[in-house]
């Protein structure tokens, strides 16, 4: 079948019958017979043939469906090894139509006087069998052409309802076949696709892979007001002596595991994993309102999570900074390998303070900016030092949070 130059077996039949068309034909003319009635005989073998052959080969077609499943394996019927939709429709045409209107036209060829006589008790006999017939291919082929759709709709329905393991198994020729095998084949191409916007949404961030598709890939960065909170292992280096590597990495997970969680919870998004550190933005790339209040909440809630991971894991100890401010977002890199992060001065100070909290109990220091944006969350936090930054020419004011024991005074 893959060939597609083999004709059908039912067609052989048809050039069967034809042959002994032409040879019933030649007898009567041998024998004299009168030409009216060899050519009436000759119509109606022909006619015979051609609804012989047409009925086999859709019976056929029918049955041979299951091995056709088999023999395809989910790819295209190649193209022109049976019947299309258009030679379906003639064919049905040709059983329900044609063949009886030829008939009725021909009945009264090469019949005697007699024979005449009877001839209005025959013609609606034959017109009688022609309705019946006609209406049972014309059922047949409709729902020849329906079922395949009927199967196509209800996988459309799995994939639009988000099910992208819908097959459609190809058990048709010709433009059906055709048909189910690219839909097949475009399910196959949005798991794909979907498999890839999973694993890049993983290394980037579903936020800036959404950001990737809608807005196309341009290097270059745009001044966008932010919020970034930075945390980092505290004693890592001494940690990776004394620590197994699988140890290390599964503490480091878990941490990490932590602030994904926190802060996605916030509407933030973690932009890189440093090693033992995270770099987490809030705001760009959808210039989401409220950024301070969220990095806000999402520091105290690391902390917290934080501090019962450390439950597990006695060794882990982390520090966080937090600043707001003005960077530039974008695309940072060449136009073949790039990736989408802020700079600015507030990264340089939640860095810079990430090393300063390490000295604080509560292991958390924010930038006063980042207070001053969010003054519903102002009551959580109370002033510390001012504090001369690394790299920075101005002393920078800081806050941290209230001590576990003030926090039930806060919420009054």
């Not at 459309?156 to 190809?170: E, H």
């Not at 990737?212 to 341009?218: C, I, K, L, S």
Request: a neutral charge; charged letters at 20%.
């Amino acid at each position: 079948m893959r060939g597609g130059s083999a004709a059908p077996a039912p067609l052989d039949e048809l050039g069967g019958w034809l042959l002994g068309a032409i040879l019933i034909a030649v007898v009567h003319a041998v024998l004299e017979y009168p030409v009216l009635y060899t050519v009436r005989v000759g119509i109606i073998i022909a006619l015979g043939g051609l609804t012989s052959g047409a009925l086999s080969y859709l019976l056929l077609e029918r049955v041979a469906r299951p091995v056709l499943r088999i023999v395809l394996a989910g790819e295209a019927p190649p193209a022109g090894a049976v019947l299309g939709l258009r030679g379906r429709l003639i064919l049905s045409w040709l059983l329900s139509g044609a063949v009886p209107v030829v008939l009725l036209g021909t009945a009264a060829l090469g019949l005697t006087p007699a024979e005449r006589a009877w001839l209005p008790v025959s013609l609606s006999v034959l017109a009688a069998l022609s309705v019946v017939a006609g209406l049972a291919f014309t059922a047949a082929m409709a729902w020849s052409l329906v079922e395949p759709v009927v199967g196509l709709q209800a996988a459309q329905r799995r994939v639009q309802n988000g099910d992208l393991s819908a097959q459609i198994p190809v058990d048709y020729g010709g433009e059906v076949g055709q048909l189910q095998a690219g839909f097949n084949h475009m399910v196959e191409g949005m798991r794909e696709r979907e498999r890839l916007h999973d694993l890049f949404g993983r290394h980037v961030g579903t936020e800036v892979a959404r950001f990737a598709m809608t807005g196309g890939v341009r290097v270059g960065g745009e001044r966008r007001p932010a919020s970034v909170l930075f945390v980092d292992l505290i004693g890592s280096t001494s940690l990776a002596q004394r620590l197994p590597p699988e140890s290390m990495v599964t503490m480091l997970n878990d941490m990490f595991a932590a602030v994904v969680d926190c802060v996605g919870a916030e509407g933030g998004w973690v932009n890189k994993f440093e090693g033992d550190a995270a770099l987490c933005v809030f705001g760009p790339p959808d210039d989401t309102a409220g950024h301070a209040a969220a990095v806000l909440r999402a520091a105290r809630s690391l902390r917290s999570a934080l501090a019962t991971l450390a439950e597990r894991y006695p060794e882990l100890d982390a520090a966080i900074g937090v600043s707001t401010g003005v960077v530039v977002a974008g695309n940072i890199g060449a136009e073949h390998r790039y990736e989408y992060t802020v700079i600015g001065d507030p990264v340089n100070v939640a860095a810079r303070l990430t090393e300063k909290a390490k000295a604080v109990p509560e292991r958390i220091l924010v930038a006063y900016d980042t207070i001053a944006d969010a003054p519903d969350e102002a009551r959580w936090w109370q002033p510390h030092d001012t504090l001369m930054l690394r790299g920075r020419s101005t002393p920078t004011k800081t806050f941290a949070p209230l001590p576990v024991h003030d926090k039930t005074a806060a919420r009054t």
